[in-house]
């Protein structure tokens, strides 16, 4: 089984529509194909953002991700990590870097590699949730 870590993006775009983060979401997490991770950090920042002002104007968007993240969360390891790195420009994006590492995990899986410029970081594949379904789920 597959452990992975879901940036933000990837979680907030599962709430969105259907497109691979839903999928991945969806159709792998919330139905224990894969082994989600997540640390405090991480679950601050979901709920912060599912808290944003543009948020609020789409409809069912706040109750439908408070429920997928109450789904994820009974899925998930909770971990906190037992190192901090300092590689990535947007500091705020280390704490999935600092989980990935301290977990062993497999993937992070992300919509954006601007903010994570390689693929690979100790054992852990950086994958778009387009190329995570279509490598291994397909």
Same mark, same amino acid.
């Given at each position: 089984?597959?452990?992975?870590? &879901?940036?933000?993006?990837? @979680?907030?775009?599962?709430?969105?529509?259907?497109?691979? #983060?839903?999928? $991945?979401?969806?159709?792998?997490? &919330?139905?224990?194909?894969?082994?989600?991770?997540?640390?405090?950090?991480?679950?601050? !920042?979901?709920?912060? $953002?599912?808290?944003? /002002?543009?948020?609020?104007?789409?409809?069912? @968007?706040?109750?439908?991700?408070?429920? %997928?993240?109450?789904?994820?969360?009974?899925?998930?390891?909770?971990? !906190? #990590?037992? %190192?901090? $790195?300092?590689?990535?420009?947007?500091?705020?994006?280390?704490?999935?870097?600092?989980?990935?590492?301290?977990?062993?995990?497999?993937?992070?899986?992300?919509?954006?590699?601007?903010? @994570?410029? @390689? /693929?690979?970081?100790?054992?852990? !594949?950086?994958?778009?949730? /387009?190329?995570?379904?279509?490598?291994?789920?397909?």
């Amino acid at each position: 089984m597959h452990r992975l870590i &879901l940036d933000t993006n990837v @979680f907030i775009s599962s709430v969105l529509g259907r497109s691979y #983060p839903y999928f $991945v979401v969806h159709d792998l997490i &919330l139905h224990g194909k894969v082994k989600p991770y997540l640390s405090h950090e991480i679950i601050e !920042e979901y709920e912060k $953002v599912i808290g944003y /002002e543009k948020f609020k104007t789409i409809r069912n @968007f706040i109750p439908d991700a408070n429920i %997928i993240l109450r789904g994820i969360k009974k899925q998930a390891v909770n971990a !906190e #990590p037992l %190192i901090r $790195v300092d590689l990535l420009k947007d500091k705020s994006d280390n704490k999935f870097l600092d989980l990935a590492i301290t977990a062993s995990v497999d993937f992070l899986i992300t919509g954006n590699h601007k903010h @994570f410029p @390689f /693929e690979r970081i100790e054992n852990t !594949e950086i994958i778009s949730p /387009e190329k995570y379904w279509n490598t291994y789920w397909k």
